[in-house]
């Protein structure tokens, strides 16, 4: 059974500050992994995916990835009040032809 | 790019309706397109793979004869809710992958209410 952890939240952060996300996955097996935003009654929207351990940087948004703990996270810089939603990990056991097993969500908060 | 249009966003039936759901990827083409469910405050679970021209993997759990999948052509999959029941209301969402290495995008979702 694959299983992908996240602490559900609210996770608040004052608006500029360095919001910090993390997820676990259970499966060793797992090649790429993704997160997503989500706002309330939408559907997810891709933010970052990593596939390699290591840092990944795109704009305010870095991503890491640490296969020997099985540990990814999600850093939003100088959030924004706009940042507030719920992000979602996801992972795949190869890429974009396998289904995505996702973690509950940790619904963020950034405090204007 | 990478955009995934569903269609209806909305749908409000009586039980025992069936209900089909659209997934166009509109400006790629998509080998496999995979549908979730997602119930409130819960996460997003997959429901089944389409694949182009070929049956639907369902994942265990999943009625497939409840959920009828046909993926014609590599833009289009839908997904037919047949003889619906309240139990069945949830936000459905597709999504479609533009290569084997490439993420998923999602389209907007379909709510399905069930009276």
């Known amino acids: 059974q694959k299983e992908v952890e996240q602490n559900s939240g609210p996770l608040s952060v004052p608006e500029g500050a360095i919001a910090s996300l993390n997820c676990t996955y259970s499966d060793r097996g797992s090649q790429s992994f993704f997160w997503y935003r989500q706002y309330s009654g939408k559907s997810p929207e891709l933010i970052m995916f990593i596939y390699s351990n290591g840092d990944k940087e795109d704009g305010r948004f870095t991503a890491q990835l640490n296969k020997a703990s099985q540990y990814v996270s999600l850093l939003i810089r100088d959030s924004q009040p706009s940042d507030s939603a719920t992000y979602l990990c996801?992972?795949?056991?190869?890429?974009?032809?396998?289904?995505?097993?996702f973690g509950k969500g940790t619904h963020l908060i950034i405090q204007p | 790019g990478a955009v995934v249009s569903q269609h209806p966003s909305r749908v409000i039936c009586k039980s025992g309706t069936s209900v089909k759901i659209e997934c166009r990827s509109l400006?790629?083409?998509?080998?496999?397109m995979f549908w979730y469910r997602q119930f409130p405050k819960k996460s997003l679970m997959l429901m089944a793979t389409s694949n182009e021209g070929s049956k639907a993997t369902y994942e265990q759990g999943v009625e497939k004869d409840k959920f009828l999948i046909n993926h014609a052509s590599l833009t289009l999959s839908t997904l037919t809710v047949t003889s619906a029941h309240p139990e069945d209301s949830s936000f459905y969402i597709c999504?479609?992958?533009?290569?084997?290495?490439?993420?998923?995008?999602f389209g907007d979702g379909t709510r399905l209410s069930i009276l």
């Open positions: 400006d790629f083409q998509a080998t496999t």
């Open positions: 999504s479609a992958s533009t290569g084997a290495d490439q993420p998923q995008h």
């Open positions: 996801a992972v795949n056991s190869g890429g974009g032809a396998d289904g995505l097993t």
